[in-house]
Every structure is written in structure tokens, then in C-alpha cells.
């Protein structure tokens, strides 16, 4: 099986199990959901969806030398992503779940067990318990501000998407990097600081932006209208696409007023601000990293070794709120 990636290049994938994995229908699904959510109105960027993500994940737990297990469980880590990602956290679960993301983790297990994931893995004999409980495997998934498979390559993946770095620059430091004590290490602090810094850029203008705030709070508004006045089911915004969700609210437009407005900022015609003073407070999941570099044969965290990284690590390791304002003023 033939993919491209934007880290990699053309690849071959040949092992039977993560091929029947890509290609079931769960897994394809994911071609139709927007990593971002719903960027392209806020930021005139390229998208990136969840299935090169997950594929990436992969990749790179196969080429440290990860488990098989390891790398299947990196395959399917975003399975349960709802359509929009994670405009799904403020229209699906609680405020809680504003500031960490955690939807999408929360039904994982349940929204595997349900599908044919568990089909496939007893095909070739592998403990479907065993793969799906992520506290087995550490090089994929960390708690910030560890590094790991799926915090690497979705920054680098948005970071050559976006056009922050190139892909040489992006396999730079990947080629830094090595595994000890069952984690991500930099062997350098030049590269170490360098994706740091990348990522807290990533962070700031993208993840936890006010573009970002602005765009989950309009989201999710339109949903949730969409939700209750029952043009789409919850099942849609699990078990559909982005595009999918979008084509069935909107044969809605011209017999629902409220419905357009909504469309319309959610699309970025109308104004907004950051303003207390009648914005509805809008949480965003901040994430900040603190990678582990190699000095003298120990591991030293970056804010042990640079004053402002340990700074920058204390600004961004709480979710940012904001206080979002839509203004009657079409742009």
C-alpha cells in the first residue's frame, strides 16, 4: 500500500494488519475530518485531516522502533475524533472539556470496542484491551510537557502545512531525535530549543490563538442550533464527516434566518473582539512542551537549561480564555 507524507515523501506500508486498519471504514473517515476543525475561514491555509496524522503517528513509532502494538495503537488513536475535531468539546461535552480537549479521548475505548477495529485485531491475534488502554505506550502518548509520537508529528505536520518550516527542517529534527528512559530525547540543544520554540509558536498564532477561540465558539453555536432544532443527530457528528454534517445543515439556510447568521460568522463575514464586557468566555486548550535534551550524558529539561524557556513554559501550560464578541458589522 502506497502513501505519501508530507514528513516522509511516498512510503510503502506492507504489514497486513495496519493495512486492514487503514481500510476499514472507521479509519477512512478520518480522510474527511479537518485536523484543525474549521481553520480555512480564519486563516487562508492549506488543511491537513486526521487520517495523515494518524499514519503519521505510525510512521514514526515504526521508525524508533516502537512495538507493533505500539504502532497500531498510534494508527487508530484519533478514531473517535467527532466531525470539526475538536469544535466537538464545546458542543458534546462539558466547559471542563474547553480547556483540555478531552472528548474525543473520553469515548475512545467505547467508540473502538463498537466499531470493526476489534474485528481486525482478533484476525491477526492481537489483545484488543491491551491496545486501546494508552497507559501501555508512553512513546506515543504523554502528558504535556513530555514529548511523543502524536505531539511530534502533528506539530511538524502543521508546521510544514502552514509553512513555518520546510520538510528538510522538519527531518532535521526528527533525525535529532532518540529514545531513553522510553521517551523522546533531543541529542542537541540547538534542535531541542528549535522545535520548542516552533512549537510555542504553533501554539500561540494556531492552537490557542483568538482566530481559534473565535472559530470553536461560532462552531459550535451553529451545531448546537443545528443539534436542537434537529437537522443533524449526535450520531452525524460522530460517525460522519466534516463535509457530510456541513451539506445536511445547510439545505437549511434559506428557511432558517438564525440558522444563516450563524453560517455566516462562523465563516468569518462578521466582526468580533475580545471583550468581557458581553463575550462568552471561550477556553482554549494551551499546550506547552518542555522536551528532555541530552547535556553530558544526563537528561536535562529545556527550562532547566534557559531561563526564558522556563518563562514561556509557565505562560502557556494553563488553558488561555478569552472573551469571545460577535459584532453586528459585516467585514
Not at 534542535?191 to 494556531?206: D, M, P, R, V
Request: aromatic share 14%.
Amino acid at each position: 500500500m502506497k502513501h505519501f507524507c508530507i514528513l516522509n515523501g511516498e512510503i510503502d506500508i506492507l504489514e497486513p494488519v495496519i493495512i486492514d486498519l487503514i481500510n476499514s471504514k472507521e479509519f477512512q473517515r478520518l480522510k474527511g475530518i479537518d485536523q484543525a476543525g474549521y481553520f480555512h475561514p480564519y486563516f487562508n491555509l492549506p488543511k491537513e485531516n486526521r487520517y495523515n496524522h494518524s499514519i503519521g503517528c505510525y510512521l514514526l513509532l515504526k521508525k524508533f522502533n516502537a512495538t507493533i502494538e505500539e504502532q497500531i495503537n498510534g494508527l487508530i488513536h484519533d478514531i473517535s475524533h467527532a466531525a470539526f475535531s475538536h469544535c466537538a468539546d464545546y458542543v458534546l461535552a462539558s466547559k471542563e472539556s474547553e480547556k483540555n480537549h478531552s472528548y474525543q479521548d473520553d469515548i475512545f475505548k467505547k467508540y473502538v470496542l463498537d466499531s470493526s477495529i476489534p474485528r481486525i485485531l482478533n484476525k491477526y491475534n492481537f489483545n484488543i484491551d491491551y491496545i486501546i488502554d494508552d497507559s501501555n505506550f508512553l512513546l506515543q502518548e504523554r502528558k504535556l510537557p513530555d514529548l511523543c509520537a502524536d505531539r511530534i508529528d502533528y506539530s511538524l505536520r502543521t508546521a510544514i502545512t502552514y509553512k513555518e518550516i520546510n520538510q528538510k527542517e522538519a527531518n532535521k529534527i526528527i533525525d535529532d531525535l532518540i529514545i531513553k528512559n522510553n521517551t523522546f530525547v533531543f541529542k542537541t540543544l540547538e534542535i531541542g530549543k528549535k522545535f520548542a520554540e516552533n512549537f510555542y509558536l504553533l501554539n500561540n498564532k494556531y492552537y490557542a490563538g483568538m482566530e481559534s477561540a473565535v472559530m470553536f465558539r461560532a462552531v459550535s453555536n451553529y451545531l448546537r442550533y443545528a443539534l436542537e432544532k434537529e437537522y443533524i443527530s449526535k450520531n452525524d457528528l460522530l460517525y460522519k464527516t466534516d463535509n457530510f454534517v456541513l451539506q445536511k445543515v445547510n439545505q437549511y439556510l434559506k428557511k432558517d434566518d438564525k440558522l444563516k447568521k450563524m453560517f455566516d460568522i462562523m465563516n468569518n463575514k462578521y466582526k468580533f473582539e475580545n471583550n468581557k464586557n458581553g463575550g462568552v468566555s471561550t477556553f482554549c486548550k494551551s499546550r506547552a512542551i518542555d522536551p528532555f535534551i541530552i547535556i553530558e550524558n544526563e537528561l536535562k529539561r529545556l527550562s532547566e537549561l534557559t531561563i526564558e524557556w522556563k518563562e514561556k513554559l509557565n505562560k502557556d501550560k494553563f488553558p488561555k480564555e478569552y472573551y469571545v464578541k460577535f459584532l453586528d458589522e459585516i467585514r
